[in-house]
């Protein structure tokens, strides 16, 4: 029973640590990096009350250094998925009941564990597991992480705030339900945050889940179920499986009370699970939620006045942090012919001076991509222009080394033909393709920017010219959802900037914001009148 009205006002973003030679936390987290590493870990999935251990066992290893095993961690199958079913329906009445403010506090908790006694631990198992560096797992792992738990729990306040008005002799209010059924969250693995959010977004809203993340991130997702166990969340409102995609699928769209599916993921994938959910729509109790954050082929325009040495910062930072492994990482860039040589040295002179190699040595910059599938593909994209020199050629990097770790060498491809498929595809790696245009040629441009690619997810202006500016703002509208001037397209911060895209980006229902809270309520309008009328008749019935 409520008893009170409990306020949870915006909360401060956390603050970045630096990881600065002589600092604790650097201290502490290379302590914590060595003890992940002396343990063989052996991972459960959490069903219920039940850490199920399956035997069939799936090795992890860090992407940089293959010949280390992390630990294992057990794969499910079709039964799992329907005990994970199960639990979450068996859990979803008394979770929908417990009292707002307990929802709260447990998500609250689990935000403070993480700033304070398992900082190093969620940063460490996202830097071996996932191959990033200290601070871009800060960022991720950390920071991104508490600031989406923090800041859900005050969008979630404002909107039971809203309530309708009321006439003279009547009482509205609205009710803010969770969905009927349970909800699907499937996670990636280039972000911990992410990982983190869609299960816990939909959870706070009091749905009940089913979490399958990337199994190239189970190491950092189980570290966060783990948190969120010693929080206080209750058995069975997050189920942690790991399962095939395919076998996930068969089970869970074919549920009578499958209630939505929070994803993010490739574009391929997220079109099937669409499919399948309106080929099964008649077997649903309600119409399925259906949030996607797919994929992208996020662009920077650089207009003649632009700042040659703000273009080539943004350009090496948004395309190869993380390996060019964001979903918003700068992919294609168009130069205007009076920047583009003093660009092009800045950018070879900056890769020529990037440290590449493992997580512990933090002079690193750029690490390994996440597996081997991955380093493939790239790799054939590398090997695409070098069989076609008139097309394309490659201005720095293009080299690649899977020996002791999945490592590609950051690399910058020059187009001649503004159409190239390095230009067009996601590659999702280290790779980032630049067309020159002829100066003067803006307006001509912001066209092929526009129609290049399928993908609507980030893309920035870099000018100086604020008419060039305004022009780029508006005839782009439509093609990224998080659109930066005289930035890099990546680092969206929750509360600041509402995160997703549209076209085959995604549902752009804005991570990080109401938006998407929304899509995880279901809305009852109740209206009570004290005084019932006892006659039917109207007054205009009078003679």
Known sequence: ????????????????????????????????????????????????????????????????????????FHEGDETHVQQAIDAALKAKAKWTALAWEDRAAIFLKAADLISTKYRSYINGTTMLGQSKNAFQAEIDSACELIDFLRWNVHFLSEIYRQQPVSSPGIHNRTEW???????????????????????????????TVIWKPAYTQVFSAQMFMRILKEAGLPDGVINLIYVDGPVLGKVCFGHKDFAGIH??????????????????????????RIVGETGGKDFVLAHES??????????????????????????????????AASVKEKLVAGIKSFKIGTVEDFSNFINAVIDERSFNKIQSYLDKVKQDPTKATILAGGNSDKTKGYFIEPTVIEAKD????????????????????????????????????????????????????DLATNRLRNAAGNFYINDKPTGAVVGQQPFGG???????????SMLNLYRWLSARTIKETFVPPTDYRYPFLAE
């Open 1 to 72: 029973m409520s008893i009170g009205t409990f306020q949870y006002p915006a909360p401060s973003n956390e603050p970045v640590l630096t990881y600065a030679p002589g600092t604790k936390e650097r201290e502490l987290l290379k302590q914590t990096l060595k003890q992940l590493k002396s343990i063989e870990h052996d991972i459960p999935m959490y069903i219920g009350d039940k850490e199920v251990r399956t035997g069939k066992k799936i090795a992890l290893r860090p992407p940089h250094e293959i010949a280390h095993t992390l630990g294992y």
């Open 177 to 207: 339900r969770p969905l009927e059924g349970f909800v699907l969250a499937i996670t990636p693995f280039n972000f911990t945050a992410i990982g983190g959010n869609l299960p816990t977004s939909a959870a706070l809203c009091g749905n």
């Open 263 to 288: 994803f993010t993921g490739s574009t391929a994938a997220f079109n099937h699970i669409y499919k399948t959910i309106g080929e099964n729509i008649s077997h649903y109790r309600t119409y399925p």
């Open 306 to 339: 632009a700042d040659a040495d703000v273009l080539a910062t943004a350009l090496l930072r948004g395309a190869f942090e993380f390996q060019g492994q964001k979903c918003s990482a700068a992919s294609r860039a168009y130069i205007p012919a009076n920047l």
């Open 418 to 469: 503004p159409k190239f498929v390095t230009m067009c595809e996601e590659i999702f790696g280290p790779v980032l393709t630049i067309y020159v245009y002829p100066t003067g040629e803006f307006e001509k441009t912001l066209e092929l920017v526009d129609s290049t690619s399928p993908y609507a997810l980030t893309g920035s202006i870099i000018a100086q010219d604020r008419a060039a500016i």
């Open 502 to 512: 549209a076209r085959a980006s995604g549902t752009n229902d804005k991570a990080g």
